[in-house]
C-alpha cells in the first residue's frame, strides 16, 4: 500500500482511522473514565496520578461531574470524544458517558474508546449507546498467540454492528516477530491498526531501562529505534490499514491544535492568545484586591472590561500592556504571565512588571 505522511513524521497505509482525523486537529477531549485495570502492560505510560486510581479526567480536569465533562466538550468546540483509562469498561460511568454525549452533541460527536476487555456484553452495550469506534489493545504476553484467545471471536461478533474496529499498540523495536504475528492474525478483522512511538514515561522508565531502551535525545521522551520499526511494518503488506503516530505529533500538533481551540473558546476578550495557543496576561497580588480594583478604575480609568477579579487565585487579573503602564501600585506586586487554557491553568512562565522609566 502507498505510504501517506502526515506531520512530524506520522504516516498511514490505507485509510486514516476516523477517531484519528478528529484527534488531529485538536477536536478530540480525552476522557479517562479510571486510571484502574487489569492488565500490567510494563510499557504503559499512565502518570502516577492517574496510574491505578480511580479518578476521572476530561482532558487535564479532575472531575467526578458528567456536567463538567460535558461543558469540557464545548470548551474545546469538540467534534468527539477519545474515551480512555486504565481500562474504561471498569466503569459503568463509561455507558452514561457515551450516552450523555451522544444527547448533548448529537450522534456526529465521534466517540472512541480503548480496552483490553473482550466481554462481549460490554461491547454489545457500548455499541447500543452509540460508540463509534474500539480500539483494543492486546497484552503484549498474547501477541505470538493471539489466534487462542477471545480477540479473533469478538472481532467477528462486532462484524455484526455499524462500529469501526482497531487494535492500538505500541511500537517495540525488539518484538517484530511478535507484531508481525498479531497483524497477520487480527489484520483481516479489523478495519486499522494503529502503531504508537513507544515512550518513556515517570511511571514506566525503570521497566524501559532494564530492557535496554534509551531515549532519542534529551528533548525527546521517545524510544530509539521505535519509529523506524514501525515505518518497517508500514512498507510490509498487511490486510489492513496501519497508522504510526509518533510522539512529537501527539505532543507537537495534537495537544497543542486542542490547546488552542480551547484558548479561542475560554479566553477573555483582553486576554492574549500565543501562536502556541497558550494564554497571557497581567496580574496583581495583594491584599486588598477590592481596593485595588476601585482604584485601577477611578485613578487610572481602567476599563471595566479589562480586568476581572480571580478569587480562586486570589489575585486581579488585567489586560498586559495597560498594567505595563500604570505599574508598580503601591503596595502591590505586578506580573505578566503566560499560562495554558486548560481547566488547571498550568503556568508556563511568570515575570515582574518594571515600573515606567521617567
Known amino acids: 500500500m502507498k505510504i501517506h505522511k502526515l506531520e512530524n513524521d506520522s504516516a498511514f497505509t490505507g485509510t486514516l482511522p476516523k477517531g484519528c482525523r478528529y484527534c488531529g486537529p485538536g477536536g478530540k477531549m480525552v ?120 480477540y479473533p471471536l469478538v472481532m467477528k461478533d462486532l462484524q455484526k454492528y455499524e462500529i469501526d474496529v482497531g487494535i492500538e499498540i505500541p511500537a517495540i523495536p525488539t518484538l517484530m516477530k511478535e507484531t508481525i504475528h498479531l497483524l497477520k492474525t487480527l489484520g483481516p478483522m479489523v478495519d486499522f491498526v494503529n502503531l504508537n512511538e513507544l515512550e518513556f514515561s515517570s511511571t514506566n522508565c525503570n521497566e524501559l531501562v532494564n530492557r535496554s531502551f534509551k531515549e532519542k535525545s534529551d528533548e525527546s521522551s521517545a524510544v530509539i529505534g521505535s519509529q523506524e520499526f514501525a515505518l518497517k511494518l508500514l512498507e510490509k503488506d498487511f490486510e489492513t490499514s496501519l497508522h504510526y503516530c509518533s510522539a512529537s505529533f501527539k505532543d507537537g500538533v495534537q495537544m497543542r491544535n486542542r490547546i488552542m481551540r480551547r484558548a479561542r473558546r475560554v479566553a477573555k476578550d483582553w486576554e492574549i492568545i500565543t501562536e502556541d495557543g497558550t494564554i497571557v496576561k497581567g ?76
Open 31 to 150: 476522557l479517562l473514565v479510571t486510571g484502574r485495570c487489569e492488565g500490567s502492560c510494563w510499557y504503559c505510560p499512565l502518570s502516577e496520578e492517574k496510574k491505578g486510581k480511580d479518578v476521572i479526567y476530561a482532558d487535564e480536569m479532575l472531575t467526578s461531574c458528567t456536567e463538567d465533562v460535558i461543558e469540557e466538550a464545548r470548551c474545546i468546540d469538540g467534534l468527539g470524544t477519545g474515551i480512555t483509562g486504565g481500562d474504561p469498561f471498569l466503569e459503568d460511568k463509561t455507558f452514561e458517558f457515551i450516552s450523555e454525549l451522544k444527547a448533548s452533541y448529537g450522534p456526529e460527536h465521534h466517540i472512541h474508546l480503548y480496552t483490553q476487555v473482550t466481554d462481549i456484553d460490554k461491547i454489545r452495550r457500548a455499541c447500543r449507546m452509540g460508540l463509534d469506534e474500539i480500539r483494543f489493545h492486546p497484552p503484549v504476553d498474547v501477541w505470538e498467540t493471539i489466534e487462542k484467545t477471545e
Open 283 to 358: 496580574i496583581i497580588i495583594c491584599d486588598h484586591p477590592e481596593e485595588i480594583i476601585k482604584k485601577l478604575l477611578e485613578e487610572y480609568d481602567v476599563p471595566t472590561d479589562k480586568v476581572s477579579l480571580d478569587v480562586v487565585g486570589k489575585r486581579i487579573e488585567v489586560y498586559l500592556p495597560i498594567l505595563e503602564e500604570i505599574a508598580p501600585l503601591s503596595g502591590a506586586e505586578c506580573y505578566g504571565i503566560e499560562v495554558y487554557p486548560t481547566a488547571d491553568a498550568l503556568e508556563v512562565e511568570r515575570w515582574p512588571v518594571p515600573p515606567i522609566k521617567r
